[in-house]
Every structure is written in C-alpha cells, then in structure tokens.
C-alpha cells in the first residue's frame, strides 16, 4: 500500500524519547529514517530489557528506522552525515542546544546550504543562553511547568505516570513537521520548527495557568476533579475503584435517581449545581460513597450504564493487557526476539500495524555508507 511519506528521506540525531516519537511516526506513515547514533548508541537502548532485550522505550520509538553509527567529531563520519542531509528531506535533532551548532551542524546552516530542507530542533527550554545548560528530563519539565503542582493528592505532589512531556513534544513536533512538508509542497522551501519540552508542558497548562491568574489556583485532588462534582473514583463492595463523571444536571439527577436509588439527593440544596457541589465536596463524598459501597463494581457499573452515565473502571496493567479495546502490533528485538506493544493510535488512513524490526547500533552503517559514497 502506498503511503503519505513514501520516498522521504529523515536523518535524526536523536535520542531518549521526544525526537525518536516524531521519527517513528514518521517512518510508520512511509519515511525512511536513519537514526545516527553515537559508538555508545542512544542511551534510551539501556534503560530496560523488557521489549524482547531492547528496552521498552527503544523498542516502541525506534522500530523501522536504519541504525548508522558515527563519531561526528571525526572528518570522515561528518563528512558522511553532511552527504545524508544533503540528500535528505527532514534533519531533526534533540541534542542538548548549541552542540551541533558547535559540530558544524546548525540548522540555520543546514537550511542555507540546502533550501528544501527541513529541520527540526527539539530541546528542553527552548533557545534561551540562560538556560542552554540546563537538563530538561521529562520529570523535570513536569516538575518546572508547575505539572506537578497540579498532581497527585491534596498532600502528596504527584508525577504523571508516562513521560508526558516528551510525549507531549514529540507529536507536537511531528504535527510541525508535515505542516513543514505541506508549506514546502506549496512554496518549494524548506523551514525550521523548534519545540521545546516546557512549551509544550506550559500550553497544556493552559486551564489552571489561566485560573491562577483570576485568583482560582485548582487544588490537587487525587482521583477527583479539581472543578467539577461528582467526577472521582469511588469505591465498591469488592474493594475495586469506578470512576464516574457527571458533566450537567441531567446526569446528575439520572446519577442520584436512577443509578444510585438516591432522588433525595436532587433535592438537597447542599447539590444543586455543580458550584454547589463543588464547595459541599466533604458532604457530597459522603453520601455517594456510602451508598456506592453496597454494591459490587459490576451492579455499580451495570446501573450507570443503564442511566446512560460515563465511567470507567480504575484499571491495573493487568486490566489493560485484557481490555477488550486493546489492539497489539507485532514487533522483533534488535536481537530477533518477538515482542508485541500497543498498536499505532490511529485507524485507517496510512496507519499500519505490520511488523516492524528495532534496529542494532550501527547495523546499517556499512550499508549506509557504501550507499552515499
């Protein structure tokens, strides 16, 4: 089947998580990508061995691409990468900033020498001197957005359990990317886009950013919703968290007088609106937990779904690998081992879920190099 990027090149210096996002999904849609990585390789190569002896992380963001390994700082090996981006489409990189630009790899160059070119620079803080030095891990940049002010319990600071912030760059990054090809389709030029991690992390604090500034800091609130009542996890007889959501009055008289048997509730001035409910929190939780403790999760969850009402259950990773909505794509270790992850978000289109190999380090250097000889 043809694909959207078919016959695009990608060089990436990439590393860890954000940059090898954006350039898998590229190759998914049909790009070739060669991932250059140093002698030691991307160190994202040793954080675990769960995916067939790759590391997890590895394995989910670098299957389909070409491992070329070079030593940039070696006249041969530059010279060799300046022919790959010369003949490429897409230059993206995430090394710390400033550090190609001092190996004789600035974007702004690049673009210069080679005007259809598109280059991506990926880093944590964005172009500032003041703070080129500083490291932009991903629990970092939640901890810096003020993420993490947001998360977790009333007493506890709490961590988003993915790397949300590489995540985050990573697709905004290739959202900028095909824009880039769209516009160079149009025009003919190529262009440079920059993320950073904490732009990214900052946007997606819009919502609380803007009720700090009107003087209605959210508060963290574990499994509930910091503005909206009911909307939390709420135990069952069986020990087992639902959570439910209720968006408007409706739901919420459809909650009390169909699901939980409670109209007295509609009636209690205490919950009358969501504003109303929000500042009676202590009361509401009351109630509705010690009603919701006399049934099972699954009468809890049949009720609800009866009163045509959202929830879902508080699943474990066991859960998950059961979950009927789950799809897995097959994939195979760097060392010929078969692993499987989640399958590729999106349905249809140029989505694919064939098979896909992780590279070695430099398994497709010498190739690669009597290629572009």
Not at 87 to 100: H, K
Not at 172 to 184: D, G, K, Q, S, V
Not at 367 to 372: C, D, H
Request: hydrophobic share 45%; with cysteine.
């Amino acid at each position: 089947m043809t694909k959207p990027l078919d016959g695009l090149l990608v060089v990436a210096v990439e590393q860890a998580v954000a940059a090898p996002l954006a350039t898998v999904r590229l190759a998914d849609a049909g790009a070739r990508v060669l991932k250059i990585e140093r002698h030691d390789g991307d160190f994202a190569r040793g954080y675990d061995t769960a995916a067939g002896g790759d590391s997890s992380y590895f394995g989910w963001l670098n299957h389909g691409k070409e491992s070329v390994a070079l030593d940039i700082k070696a006249p041969a090996d530059a010279a060799l990468l300046h022919q790959l981006i010369g003949a490429a489409d897409v230059f993206i990189q995430n090394l710390a900033p400033g550090a190609l630009d001092r190996a004789g790899f600035g974007s702004t160059d690049l673009r210069a020498a080679h005007t259809d070119l598109i280059t991506c620079d990926i880093s944590g803080y964005g172009e500032d001197p003041a703070l080129a030095d500083k490291k932009a891990y991903d629990l970092l940049v939640q901890a810096e957005s003020g993420m993490v002010a947001v998360s977790g319990g009333p007493t506890e600071l709490g961590r988003i359990g993915v790397s949300i912030c590489d995540i985050g760059a990573g697709v905004t990054a290739h959202a900028a990317i095909l824009e880039a090809l769209i516009r160079r389709s149009l025009t003919g030029e190529g262009s440079g886009v920059q993320v950073s991690l904490f732009d990214v992390a900052a946007e997606w604090m819009a919502v609380p950013f803007a009720q700090h500034l009107a003087d209605s800091s959210p508060q963290r609130a574990g499994l509930r919703h910091p503005t909206i009542a009911p909307y939390g996890a709420y135990e069952t007889s069986d020990g087992l968290l639902t959570l439910i959501s209720v968006q408007n009055e409706r739901e919420w008289v459809r909650l009390c007088a169909e699901a939980l048997d409670r109209a007295d509730l509609v009636a209690d001035e205490r919950f009358a609106s969501n504003t109303e409910r929000v500042a009676n929190r202590p009361a509401l939780e009351r109630e509705l937990a010690a009603t919701i403790a006399t049934k099972s999760r699954a009468e809890f969850e049949a009720a609800l779904g009866a009163a045509s009402l959202a929830f879902g259950s508080v699943n474990s990773l066991d859960d998950l690998v059961d979950h009927r909505a789950l799809r897995q794509r097959p994939l195979t270790s760097s060392t010929d081992a078969a692993f499987s992850l989640p399958a590729h978000p999106v349905r249809g289109g140029s989505a694919t879920d064939e098979p896909r190999k992780v590279p070695r380090l430099g398994e497709q250097t010498e190739a690669i190099r009597a290629e572009f000889s």
